[in-house]
Structure formats: C-alpha cells, structure tokens
C-alpha cells in the first residue's frame, strides 16, 4: 500500500482491519452528529408506537395511573370490533373507493401523459403540464370546496349544464348522493392527481430510442399504433411497478379527502377504516378500539406493502425498499 | 422525414398525413378540455369572489363577475382579524418549517450517501421504516399531548421535520454528485460539517428547491394537525383550518344570506354591508391559492427533476 492510498484511508476515516468499533465510531463522530436528526424520527414516529398497547386494555382518559396500569383486556376490543357491522362496512368503503380510485386514476394519468406526449408544440404542451400541476399544489380542503360549488345544486355548474341539456329536470344534490360517493372520491383525486402523477410517465417516455418512432414512421405505422406498439411497451415497467406500488397503499384511502368530501348524507358509503377511527376517537373517545381499529389498519397495510414489494421485485428482478 | 417521404405509396402518405390531423386536433381538443376542467374551479370561484354578495346568490356566475365588489375581501381582510391571523400563521409555519426540514434531511441524506459511514444502514432503515410504520391517529395524538404539543405551535414544525420521501430524493441527488469532491476535501482536511455545507450543500440547489417548494406547500395546506391539536388556541388557527370551518357552516351549499358574522367566525359587529358565506368562500380560496399559484410554475424544472429522482429510487 503506498502512502498516498494510505493517507486517502486514513483521510476518509474509512473502516479499516484492526479498527474495533468504538474506535471507528470516534473516527466519525462529525457523521454520528450530522446523523441526529434521527431524533426527530424517534420521537415523532416511532413512540407513537407506544400507543398501540392501549388497544389491549380499556382505556379511561380520565385515569390517573400511568399508561401500563389500565385495565388490560387482552384481545377484547378486537373480537368486538370485528363484530361490528360498521367496522365491514367501513372495510368495505376502504375497500372500494381505494380500487375504484387506484383504476381511475391509473388510467387517467396514464392516458393524460400519453397524449401530453403526443402534442409536438411545445410551449402549448408545457402550458398544459403546468396548468394540469395547480390543483396537486392545492389543499383537499380547497379541492373539496371547488368540488362542492361544482357539483352544487343551487348553480352548480354541472347542474346547470345538465339542465340545460334536459338530461335532468331539476337540479341534483350530487354531494349527497350515498350511491356516487366512491365516484366522486375517485374522481376528485383523478382531477387533482393526474396532472402530477403524469410526470413520472413522461420522465420514462423521455428514455425511448427515436429511433424506434421513425422506423415505424417507414413502415407506415399511424399515430395510435405508434403509441400501442412502442410508446406503452416501453414504458410498461414503470406502469407495473406504479400499479403494485398504488395497491400497497390500497387501504390508505386518503384521510383529508374522505374527511372534507364527506356530508352527513353520504354517512353510509363515506366511512371508511380512518374515518372510523377517528369517530371513535373524537366523537366517543373510545381510544382503545380506535389504536385496534389503527393496528388492523397499518397490519393489512404493512402485508399489502411487503406483497407488492415482492411483486415488484418479481417483475423487474429489483424491489423498490 | 425523407426516408418516410421515398418509401412510402402515395396513398399511405395521404391516409398518414390526415390521420396525423385528425389525431392532432382531437388531441389538442382533449388537452384544452383537461385545461378547462383543471381551471373552470378556480376562475369561477374568483370571479364569484369578485362579485357583489347579494347579487351572487341569483347565480349564472361563470368567468366574470356580474357586479364588481370588494367586499368579501373587506370582510374578511379588514374587518375582522382571524383570516389576516391564521394566514399570517400558516406563513410562519410554512416558513420555519422549511427552514428547519431543509439543513435536518440534508444532514441526514449526507450520511446515508457516505458508504464509509458505519452506521448507514442504521440511520438509513430507521428513515425508511417510517413511511411503512405508523402509530396511527389515536396513538400518535395521545404521544403529542403527552409532549406538550396541544395548543403549542410547535406541533405544526417539529413531527414534520423529517419526511422519508423528501431524505430519498435528497440522498439519490447526493448520490449523483461525485464522490470525488468529498474525497479531495477529507484529503486537504476539511470537517465533514464543512464538506455538507460548503460543498454539498451548494451544489444542490435544484433539489434544495425541490423540497423546499414540497415542504412549503404542505405546511400552507395543512389544516387537520390544527384540527386535532390546537383547535381550541384562537391565536393558532391556519388559514386552512378557517377555511374548512367555513365550509363546514356552508354545508347547505345554497347561497344562504348570511351576515359576515356568521360566516368569517368573528366579524366584528354592526356592518352596515351584508355578505353571504357563498362569497367569503370564495375569497378565502382564492386567498389560499393565490401564494401557491404564483410560486409553483417558476420551480417547475425543479420539481420535475425531483420527482423523477423520487420516483427512480421508490
């Protein structure tokens, strides 16, 4: 070994043979305290986690004791929660409006960025990319509110529009509808998402070989083929690994969205597994089925996650964690 | 072109040339419908935001207002004092913490980067994890009041310092800086706080801006952490918050008159002008968005690129 590597190594404080742990930790200090903010993550996630051991017990807010002197009751809340009609059919609400919106969206962002990459005039589709971003910047409190006056039935635009076609004779509470809930759920991330979301597709439609389009062109391929025979081909890993990555968050319906789209009418197909916890919380203060119901939650989430994580790695011979 | 133009039939060439037309101005159509839909919202909100209250609730608003008035700005900007406020706390959040969530993920991006590092894997699991593990609303909320976090402004700034997806795209930047700067500094002796922030730090501005733009926005959108902790601390109320107050009261959604009382919470008394809650909406959308709207276009190279890193490592 010459000096100057020798040096280099020592520079670098790199592990090297014959160095025992402690020592190796002093050597990068300066990396242990750039490494603090580690802190953050400890006490903002992972004490939380300390929570979950009241759902094992009956917890009184008004107790005085420390947490671990509850009254403990095993798997209790569980079995009742599960036995509960509202608990299925909040499951059934995550269920739904988490697929319908993962379709939705899926093809939506995918048929914008295909088209987005079809228009060869450039500042025209730039001014439509940077329009179609605004409402991913705006808050689903925003969202919801554009959503309700859109869709309002005192002059609404969608009312009226419907209307004045004669499609409908009177005006339509669309918001209260129980029947198009998971639609409109659906339907608000498709507007508020593709945009956004067609931006990953268009990154990977960058990576296609010109080469390809004008050996098409020579052969006579149309416009359509072109996109089915080379544009989505090309593309197709990333389309799959975004696909099992959106069912790993299948259950994460989105809280804020349901929370502000939801009106007491729509009660019925609107709660959903998050929703319900935070009933439980705040309305009737049961913490203890509300951390069950919370457990339940991140353990499907956790098996779907580590399902499509297997599954995405079975597609392209590489995970994603 | 010219290889196209020789080899092709005549007749493929004509059939191509029209299909190309057709296929262009029904594209261009969709995308000007993707843009009418994205935007018809927002303009019509603000034109109604324009109009005089009264005058609103008969309707037929679309792209302009009818009758021009200020008033529901007067209303809630001067008249009262919890919307100028809450958006001067939601500014405040926005700007502390960006300030605190940029150096915090650098820092920690910087040591996932460093494979010398002993603890890597650690740090880099422990970061990781979080966006696969959560306590959940019932516990993380009974942790927080257990910090002191209720009514504390804290509670907007500090859980959301660190965020796995922002570390991620930071580290995958970092990663692509070379590694020999790193390298020659150790060499001329440099500290590694020096190496981050006089080197590292410098050069990636673009992802910097990125996240920053990230944070900023989520903070200023944020409104359920004001909900569930600090609901009952006037002072710390968010524009946002205010805003979905507003549209809780306005679940009618009919242009129901109202006075200004009612609909910006704490007008103050005795106005001579009435002002409708389906106005103060507007105004108070529009006033949430307008900060957005004029920022987010010129970071748009940034954020572009910072998507794509995000997206290519997960």
């Known amino acids: ?321 | 072109m010219t290889t196209k133009l020789t080899s092709a039939p005549k007749n493929t060439m004509l059939s191509t040339k029209t299909e190309n037309l057709i296929f262009d101005s029904l594209n261009a159509l969709a995308m000007l419908f993707v843009c009418v839909l994205t935007l018809y919202p927002f303009i019509n909100t603000m034109a109604v935001s324009f109009n005089d209250s009264i005058d609103a609730v008969r309707g037929g608003i679309y792209l302009w207002p009818r009758m021009f008035s200020l008033k529901s700005y007067e209303t809630i900007l001067i008249k009262t004092s919890s919307i100028p406020t809450s958006a001067m706390i939601s500014a405040t959040r926005a700007i502390l913490g960006t300030g605190l969530a940029i150096p915090m993920s650098m820092m920690l991006a910087f040591v996932m980067t460093r494979r010398d590092y002993v603890l890597r894997g650690v740090v880099t699991k422990l970061v990781l994890f979080t966006m696969y593990v959560s306590g959940g609303l019932i516990p993380t909320f009974l942790t927080f009041r257990m910090y002191g976090l209720m009514n504390n402004f804290l509670v907007y700034i500090l859980p959301t310092t660190i965020s796995a997806f922002n570390v991620l795209v930071m580290r995958s930047f970092i990663d692509g800086l070379p590694f020999e700067l790193t390298e020659s500094a150790k060499i001329d002796g440099a500290s590694e706080y020096r190496i981050l922030f006089t080197i590292i730090f410098p050069l990636s501005l673009p992802v910097l801006a990125t996240i920053g733009l990230f944070v900023a926005v989520s903070q200023w959108n944020m409104w359920f952490d004001t909900m569930l902790y600090c609901s009952s601390a006037k002072g710390l109320s968010t524009l946002q918050y205010e805003l979905k107050k507003v549209l809780d009261s306005a679940s009618s959604m009919a242009g129901d008159t109202v006075s200004a009382e009612a609909a910006a919470s704490s007008a103050s008394e005795g106005q001579s002008g009435r002002v409708t809650t389906q106005t103060i909406r507007a105004a108070m959308t529009v006033i949430s968005v307008v900060p957005i709207a004029c920022i987010y276009p010129f970071l748009q190279k940034y954020f572009v690129k910072g998507m794509t890193l995000g997206a290519v490592k997960g």
């Open chain 1, 1 to 321: 070994m010459s000096t100057d590597q020798r040096t280099l190594r020592s520079a670098l404080n790199g592990p090297r043979r014959g160095d025992s742990l402690p020592r190796l930790l002093w050597k990068q200090r300066q990396l242990i305290i750039l490494s603090l903010p580690v802190i953050f993550v400890f006490f903002f996630s992972y004490f939380p986690l300390w929570g979950w051991i009241i759902a094992f017990q009956n917890y009184k807010v008004a107790f005085k004791g420390s947490l671990f002197q509850q009254q403990w009751v095993g798997l209790e809340n569980f079995v009742a929660l599960f036995k509960e009609d509202t608990f299925l059919r909040s499951l059934r609400n995550s269920l739904g409006i988490g697929l319908l919106t993962i379709i939705c969206s899926y093809f939506f962002t995918l048929l914008l960025a295909v088209l987005l990459n079809e228009i060869k005039v450039s500042w025209f589709k730039r001014t439509v990319q940077t329009i179609s971003y605004l409402p991913h910047f705006v808050s689903w409190v925003v969202a919801a509110n554009l959503i309700f006056v859109t869709f309002s039935p005192d002059n609404g635009i969608v009312n009226e529009l419907l209307l004045r076609l004669g499609i409908i004779s009177s005006p339509i509470s669309f918001m209260g509808l129980p029947s198009i809930f998971w639609l409109i759920a659906a339907f608000s991330e498709v507007w508020k998402a593709s945009g956004y979301g067609a931006i990953v597709y268009l990154a990977a439609m960058t990576a296609i070989d010109p080469a390809l389009y004008e050996s098409a062109d020579i052969d006579g391929a149309g416009r359509i083929r072109k996109i089915f025979a080379i544009t989505l081909p090309s593309i197709a890993p990333t389309i799959k690994i975004l696909l099992v990555l959106s069912i790993g968050r299948l259950l994460s319906v989105g809280f804020e969205k349901i929370f502000v789209l939801r009106t007491p009418s729509t009660t019925e197909t609107g709660t959903t597994l998050e929703i319900y916890i935070y009933d439980f919380a705040l309305k009737y203060a049961l913490f203890s089925k509300g951390a069950a119901l919370s457990i339940f939650n991140s353990l499907v989430s956790i098996v779907l996650i580590v399902l499509s994580n297997f599954a995405a790695r079975g597609l392209d011979g590489e995970g994603i964690m």
